[in-house]
């Protein structure tokens, strides 16, 4: 057994991923069967263990591009499914490769899928996104690329703390709306990311972050 094989067969066996993976395997993620020229797209939700630990999970800060309804947003990496892709896992790993430096098939293990989301906003192109999950080594290192602005890592503990969650304002095309967030310092998470962070800490057996709350006049993700 290889260290890196052993150092993720470690870290699997930590409570809140042991938890993780009895409900990726009891609850697979449900697939939404999108129309015909409905695009898809993946996401990966990233998980290493620190020091003392516990898990976090690395988000990003996009950055400012225009024409790209998420320029900004605190997310997740991932990106749109390209011909070459086999499947929606290797389009999370390309783009996470692509956007981080880190290459999960090399440095870490899928897990499993959660929910397939879609836009709430009906001024978006209709896709389908599909969240992954994946362990990566500690030690891997994030080398972002010219469309990542910022790269962070947030514990476990922060997801979970219920005074992070709420409701928020945020600026949608120019205009102020109360949204769903949850905020960790300076970086405020809305829209589709949100949604996917509420799903993963009640996978993950995290406490209830209490109800969520959309303005669906938002046009937010």
Known sequence: MTLEIAELDHFARHPSIVQLLHSLDAHPGRVVEAESGVRRAAILLMLRRRGDGEPEVLMIKRADATGDPW??????????????????????????????????????????????????SPTLAPIVIRPFVALVRANVEIIPSHEVAAAFWVPLSALSTAEAWGAGTVQVRGTERRVSVFQHGEHVVWGLTERVLRQFLAYAGAPRTGESFYDDATGSA
């Not at 070459?84 to 490769?97: H, K, M, N």
């Open 71 to 120: 320029s900004g947003h605190i997310a997740l990496p991932g990106g749109r499914m390209e011909p070459a892709d086999a499947d929606l896992s290797a389009t999370a790993v390309r783009e996470t490769l692509e956007e981080t430096g880190v290459d999960v098939a090399r440095d870490g293990r899928l897990l499993g899928s959660l929910d397939d989301l879609m836009p709430r």
